[in-house]
């Protein structure tokens, strides 16, 4: 991910906290599958992110063995197709774990493991809440939906920005 999007902070502080080592790739290389690879395979990655489109490119086009090493794959930023999830599975034991937060929610806000059954029609759940957080799907007059019917998504919890409304 490049370090200019918020979801970047996380991937510098985690290692940092666990006594881990940050691997930072060569500018613009995050947008280079095989440079991704490379990095993965010569320094022993265990953890890494991706937005959706660019882990769908990575995972259909390398080869199993360069990424071996990975343990944990968190996928955040936009929609993540399942046929992604299928490619992921087709070349790594790693586990998936799909986010979802606008920037105004400091990164995230639900997260799920989508390493086993994950899609429904297709899709990939945006999960539960994450620690601290509230979800609430609402209709246009802020009532509850029951489960499976359309509603806005509004969030609550301390990571929400000043003034969120």
């Known amino acids: 991910t490049a370090t200019t ?15 881990g080592r940050l691997i930072v790739a ?9 440079a991704v690879a490379a990095d993965i395979a010569r320094h022993g990655v265990t953890v890494t992110d991706f937005v ?7 995972a259909e086009s390398v080869a199993a063995q360069s990424i071996s090493s990975l343990r944990h794959i968190f996928v ?17 034991d790693a586990r998936v774990h799909n986010l ?6 400091a990164v995230s806000v639900t997260y799920r493991d989508v390493s086993e059954d994950v899609a429904v029609d297709g ?16 209709d246009s007059r802020l009532h509850p939906v029951p489960a499976g019917v359309p509603g806005e ?4 919890g301390v990571q929400l920005a ?3 409304v």
């Open 5 to 19: 999007f918020d979801v970047s902070l996380w991937g510098f502080f985690l290692p940092l906290r666990t006594g």
């Open 26 to 34: 060569a500018p613009g290389a995050q947008r280079d599958v095989e």
């Open 52 to 58: 959706p489109s660019m882990l769908t490119v990575f």
């Open 76 to 92: 955040i930023g936009e929609a993540l197709p399942a046929r992604t999830v299928d490619a992921c599975r087709a070349v790594s």
């Open 100 to 105: 979802y937060g606008p920037t105004e929610a």
């Open 123 to 138: 899709s990939v759940s945006i999960g539960v809440p994450e620690w601290n957080t509230s979800v609430h799907v609402l």
């Open 153 to 156: 998504l509004y969030l609550a």
């Open 162 to 164: 000043r003034g969120y």
